[in-house]
Structure formats: structure tokens, C-alpha cells
């Protein structure tokens, strides 16, 4: 795919993820691992594995591969964007 595919969606991060990306404490593997779901997300933000949240299909939460916590985000379908909107650590 490339960067001008129309079947991406852009993602957006909220403040607090951003900061928490940002920190120079976060270990690599976990920067890695919120990056490369990102990517998934971009690719097709209803991936295999999330769920949807308190009955909105637009809100969901994925695990982050090798069990570095949970990642929430929205799929907003006007703007065909997807905001990861938290993400909790293990």
C-alpha cells in the first residue's frame, strides 16, 4: 500500500499517548510494538483480535502484541480518521 491509498486511515494520538510515546523512560520494544499496531490500525482499524466498546463498534480496544498492555482508539468514519485514545500498560 501506499502513503496515497485511499483504504488507509490516518492515525491520530491523543496528548496523553503522545506523551507517554514521548517519554524517554518507555522502554524500545514497547514504542515498537504501539508503532507497528498503529500500522495494523491504519491498514484496517477493525483488526482481528479488538472489540468494540460499551456497544459503539467505533470505540475499541486491542491488546498490544507481546502483552505489553491494552490500546483503546475511535474510528471516526466521517473524517476517516482513528484517534488511539489511551493505552494501558501491563
Known amino acids: 500500500m501506499s502513503e496515497d491509498d485511499p483504504g488507509l486511515w490516518p492515525v491520530l ?3 496523553a499517548v503522545g ?3 514521548a517519554d524517554p523512560a518507555l522502554p524500545a ?3 515498537s ?3 507497528a499496531l498503529t500500522v495494523a490500525i491504519a491498514q484496517d482499524p477493525w483488526l ?3 472489540q ?3 456497544g459503539d463498534p467505533d470505540w475499541r ?3 498490544i502484541p507481546h502483552g505489553y498492555g491494552i490500546a483503546e482508539y475511535y474510528i471516526n468514519r466521517a473524517s476517516h480518521t482513528v484517534i488511539v485514545t489511551r493505552i494501558v500498560p501491563f
Open 13 to 15: 494520538v491523543s496528548e
Open 19 to 21: 506523551d507517554m510515546l
Open 29 to 31: 520494544a514497547v514504542f
Open 33 to 35: 510494538a504501539v508503532a
Open 48 to 50: 482481528e483480535g479488538s
Open 52 to 54: 468494540g466498546l460499551e
Open 61 to 63: 480496544e486491542i491488546l
